[in-house]
């Protein structure tokens, strides 16, 4: 599944900082590097220390971890609802995007220019959520036109549609993001095929300076009270220590040059994970000589579905899974193991998958 997180954010943010920090981090599994597909789209794996258990229990030949894509989105200046900037560009590419990822300045530098004249995360996220609140505007209005007609003819579902979409534009009005109105999840058919900005997931990225890395700072406060009404995430880091800790490829110094920050791990992993998560996503993970591996599917995906990520054939001729908890496999410490004290589970086509499941699929095409 290669899923997108789209990082934006106004000018002078520290948006670019962090992507490059990214494409210079060493990924957790020296065989799944951060690559580039494009020049502003990148490949990191996703960080799970379950992969080294199983790597220690099974010695395989190689470990693949799972990954997660980044794009680099152009910056955005007032007014690219309108064109203004890169904007009609910048709008283009996150509607590609999965998730966003928004990157708000929270520290003072005079060295480095405002795009508002003074550090202001609240003016910063505002910025934002209006241009795109206005493009979902655009987009919702144009649907409206064409559904009215068939909607005076009588038609009920037409009607209803109409309704849902009558929600949004009044939300959207107001300076609602379309993920913060309340609408039955049936009703979101009639918004589906607009792929709206704002009702894509978000997490804000807190770009502090070093000082204020552990405690934050008033910026810091600001945000989170501002968006403390969508229950988002909000990560703290300080990009340039991240554009540094990137740099180190031994993982003995590394952990030396966190520990001298007090840190236990790097803000790009928690980055990385924080994105994993809030895409719905969770891990499962085979385990063989050969190859230990782990596969990203959505959370609340059924055994079948989750076989198909591996190929089309093992959904297509399901017959069951076997599955092992990693707690189970630590113990016993292999799958023989496993098997001999009854810690394998043969599920069927109803198993929903666990995060952290090891799974074996029987199939036939």
């Not at 534009?169 to 607009?194: F, H, M, P, S, W």
Request: hydrophobic residues 40%; contains cysteine.
């Amino acid at each position: 599944m290669a899923l997108q997180c789209g990082i934006v954010g106004l000018p002078n943010v520290g948006k670019s900082t962090l992507f490059n920090a990214l494409s210079s981090a060493k990924a957790e599994a020296a065989n799944y590097p951060f690559c580039t597909i494009e020049p502003n789209v990148g490949v990191v794996s996703v960080p799970d220390p379950r992969l080294q258990i199983l790597e220690g229990l099974v010695n395989p030949q190689r470990v693949v971890p799972t990954i997660i894509e980044f794009v680099d989105i152009a910056g955005l200046v007032k007014g690219a609802s309108k064109g203004e900037g890169l904007g009609n560009k910048f709008l283009a590419n996150i509607r590609e995007v999965d998730a966003i990822i928004h990157v708000i300045r929270c520290f003072e530098d005079s060295n480095v220019v405002h795009v508002a004249g003074g550090v202001d995360p609240i003016f910063d996220k505002e910025v934002i959520d209006t241009e795109l609140q206005l493009k979902d505007l655009e987009s919702v209005e144009k649907k409206i036109q064409r559904i009215e007609k068939i909607a005076k003819s009588g038609d009920a579902k037409a009607r209803k549609e109409l309704d849902t979409l009558q929600r949004f534009k009044d939300g959207l009005t107001q300076g609602v993001n379309a993920r913060g109105i309340e609408v039955d999840k049936e009703d979101l058919e009639a918004v589906k095929e607009l792929h709206l900005l704002t009702i894509k997931p978000v997490l804000y990225v807190a770009n502090v300076d070093e000082a204020s890395l552990h405690t934050g700072n008033k910026f810091v406060t600001q945000l989170r009270e501002k968006v403390k009404e969508e229950q988002a995430e909000v990560i703290v880091l300080c990009a340039a220590i991240e554009s540094q800790i990137a740099e180190f490829e031994d993982p003995e110094e590394k952990a030396m040059f966190l520990s001298e920050y007090g840190l236990e791990e790097s803000g790009l992993n928690k980055l990385i994970s924080g994105a994993y998560a809030l895409l719905n996503l969770i891990t499962y993970f085979t385990a063989g000589v050969q190859e230990v591996r782990a596969w990203t599917i959505r959370k609340g995906w059924k055994a079948p579905q989750a076989a198909g990520v591996i190929h089309t054939d093992f959904e297509r001729g399901f017959i069951k899974a076997e599955v092992i908890g990693l707690e189970d496999y630590k113990q016993f410490k292999t799958e023989a193991g496993c098997r001999e004290n009854g810690k394998i589970a043969i599920e069927g086509k109803d198993y929903v998958v666990q995060d952290g499941d090891i799974m074996h699929f029987r199939f036939n095409v």
